[in-house]
């Protein structure tokens, strides 16, 4: 049961939690930067314009990052949870590229003084195509970062102005150009479904972005955000609502097109060189969650911060920034892993769905109509069609479930 904890005395029974270690976990950061220069017109995430901030500055919160690094060290040990080197860290937003590279830096030195990084590790910074120029990407390269995902969304420059974006297509030719020229593995964002955005539009973002050779893309499909700015002029009838099922044959080009040149879907929405940090999402590994608003999950709990960076740093003052606490018992646990698992390539074993009492009749029904398939290794895995209803198919699983 999630629990909200008292400002700044984040943990329950004074830091002893009842915790199930996973020694083969592998444990990874995540480190939110809450700012925004301005807020796109579809986003509901937890971002901040400077006349939000009330108070915080953006140049100096880097402090209270390293801050929690610090504390989750000290608390990780407190718990009994073994010492283990992150394998990937990602840097979300927000727009992390608003940070100065300097103090992505200390971030980063703080969390490998803390637990070292792996030879391998992957850093990703989300970025933002206006605020890459050869500069912050030597910095950023200098200060770690290997993998740059940018928030491109379109190469229309119609759909763009849609969405509220206030880059230009060039800006974002130019700076894919200069992260691979640098030696970045770069992935894209794309958005799909943008009111008035056309199947031919779509197609040409799509072959755009190929034209420039990225190693991953990411294309979601837009989703309209109660309280958000387009929600809004949907509901005035200025802007078209989401066309479903011209959003389908947008999902279909993207699957046929991304494979055609080699990029192969290994998530619902994801396609390319897998991004090893999402992949510890999925695969429900311990990762701890940096920064306003961020989630925590370690040892079969999951926490999270104060959402808003002058609430968090005043928190973290008096203790700790954490604001929720829930321990995620073992048929959670389950159903999380088919709800995440189901989206990716790897797929769900026939054990898992009969241990969350799934009725066989249901799975032998997807299978005859064509949504999931049976993979060589004996898993269950959504086909080109399932993908499309993923989400509702595992919920009648559960809906239907004999626990
Ligand atoms: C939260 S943003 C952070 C990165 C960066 N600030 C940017 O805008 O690219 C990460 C990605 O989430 C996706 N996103 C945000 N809001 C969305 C929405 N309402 N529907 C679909 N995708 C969305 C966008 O593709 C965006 O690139
Ligand atoms: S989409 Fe990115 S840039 Fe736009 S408001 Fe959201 S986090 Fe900020």
């Given at each position: 049961m999630a629990?909200?904890?008292p400002l700044?005395?984040g943990?329950?029974?004074?830091n002893?939690?009842?915790?199930?270690?996973?020694?083969?976990?592998?444990?990874?950061a995540y480190?939110?930067?809450?700012?925004?220069?301005?807020r796109c017109?579809?986003?509901?995430?937890?971002?901040y314009?400077?006349?939000?901030?009330?108070?915080v500055?953006?140049?100096?919160f880097?402090?209270?990052?390293?801050?929690?690094?610090?504390?989750?060290k000290?608390?990780?040990?407190s718990w009994?949870?073994?010492?283990?080197k992150?394998?990937t860290?990602?840097?979300?937003?927000?727009?992390?590229?608003?940070?100065?590279?300097?103090q992505?830096?200390?971030?980063l030195?703080?969390l490998?003084?803390?637990?070292?990084?792996?030879?391998d590790?992957?850093?990703t910074?989300?970025?933002?195509?206006?605020?890459?120029?050869?500069i912050?990407?030597?910095q950023?390269?200098?200060?770690?970062?290997?993998?740059?995902s940018?928030g491109v969304?379109?190469f229309?420059?119609?759909?763009?102005?849609?969405?509220?974006?206030v880059?230009?297509?060039?800006?974002v030719?130019a700076?894919?150009r200069l992260?691979?020229?640098?030696?970045?593995?770069?992935?894209?964002?794309?958005?799909?479904?943008a009111?008035?955005?056309?199947?031919?539009?779509?197609?040409?973002?799509?072959?755009?972005?190929?034209?420039?050779?990225?190693?991953?893309?990411?294309?979601?499909?837009?989703?309209?955000e109660?309280?958000?700015?387009?929600?809004r002029?949907?509901?005035r009838?200025?802007?078209?609502?989401?066309?479903?099922?011209?959003?389908?044959?947008k999902?279909?080009?993207?699957?046929?097109?991304?494979?055609?040149?080699?990029?192969?879907?290994y998530?619902?929405?994801n396609w390319?060189?897998?991004?090893?940090?999402?992949?510890?999402?999925?695969?429900?590994q311990?990762?701890?969650?940096?920064?306003?608003?961020?989630?925590?999950?370690?040892?079969?709990a999951?926490?999270w911060n104060?959402?808003?960076?002058?609430?968090?740093a005043a928190?973290l003052?008096?203790?700790?920034?954490?604001?929720?606490f829930?321990?995620?018992?073992?048929?959670?646990?389950?159903?999380?892993?088919?709800?995440?698992?189901?989206?990716?390539?790897?797929?769900v074993s026939?054990?898992l769905?009969?241990?969350?009492?799934?009725?066989?009749e249901?799975?032998?029904?997807?299978i005859?109509?064509?949504?999931?398939?049976?993979?060589?290794?004996?898993?269950?895995?959504?086909?080109?069609?399932g993908?499309?209803?993923v989400?509702?198919?595992?919920l009648d699983?559960?809906?239907?479930?004999?626990?």
């Amino acid at each position: 049961m999630a629990a909200s904890l008292p400002l700044g005395l984040g943990w329950p029974k004074d830091n002893q939690l009842e915790l199930v270690p996973n020694t083969s976990a592998t444990f990874h950061a995540y480190v939110h930067i809450p700012f925004c220069a301005v807020r796109c017109g579809y986003c509901d995430f937890n971002t901040y314009t400077s006349k939000e901030l009330r108070g915080v500055s953006q140049a100096d919160f880097h402090i209270p990052l390293i801050q929690e690094v610090d504390l989750s060290k000290e608390l990780l040990s407190s718990w009994g949870i073994p010492d283990r080197k992150l394998t990937t860290v990602f840097f979300g937003g927000g727009t992390p590229s608003m940070f100065e590279a300097s103090q992505i830096s200390a971030i980063l030195e703080s969390l490998k003084a803390n637990f070292g990084f792996t030879d391998d590790i992957e850093i990703t910074l989300e970025a933002n195509p206006e605020g890459l120029d050869h500069i912050k990407l030597d910095q950023l390269k200098l200060a770690g970062v290997n993998r740059i995902s940018l928030g491109v969304q379109s190469f229309d420059q119609q759909v763009l102005d849609v969405l509220d974006r206030v880059h230009s297509r060039d800006k974002v030719i130019a700076a894919v150009r200069l992260a691979r020229e640098l030696g970045f593995r770069v992935s894209v964002d794309l958005i799909y479904g943008a009111p008035g955005e056309s199947l031919e539009s779509w197609e040409a973002t799509l072959r755009q972005a190929l034209e420039l050779a990225v190693e991953h893309v990411s294309a979601y499909s837009l989703i309209i955000e109660e309280g958000t700015a387009i929600a809004r002029k949907i509901s005035r009838g200025e802007l078209a609502d989401v066309d479903e099922d011209l959003n389908a044959d947008k999902y279909l080009l993207t699957e046929k097109l991304l494979t055609e040149a080699g990029l192969k879907n290994y998530e619902v929405s994801n396609w390319g060189n897998p991004s090893r940090h999402n992949r510890a999402y999925w695969e429900s590994q311990d990762w701890w969650g940096y920064g306003p608003g961020a989630h925590s999950h370690i040892a079969g709990a999951r926490f999270w911060n104060q959402k808003h960076p002058a609430t968090y740093a005043a928190a973290l003052e008096k203790g700790s920034p954490a604001h929720g606490f829930e321990y995620l018992d073992p048929r959670t646990q389950l159903e999380e892993q088919l709800l995440l698992m189901l989206r990716t390539d790897s797929g769900v074993s026939s054990a898992l769905l009969r241990e969350l009492g799934v009725p066989n009749e249901l799975v032998a029904n997807a299978i005859a109509n064509g949504l999931l398939q049976l993979a060589p290794g004996g898993k269950l895995v959504a086909t080109l069609n399932g993908r499309l209803l993923v989400d509702g198919l595992v919920l009648d699983f559960l809906s239907k479930s004999k626990p």
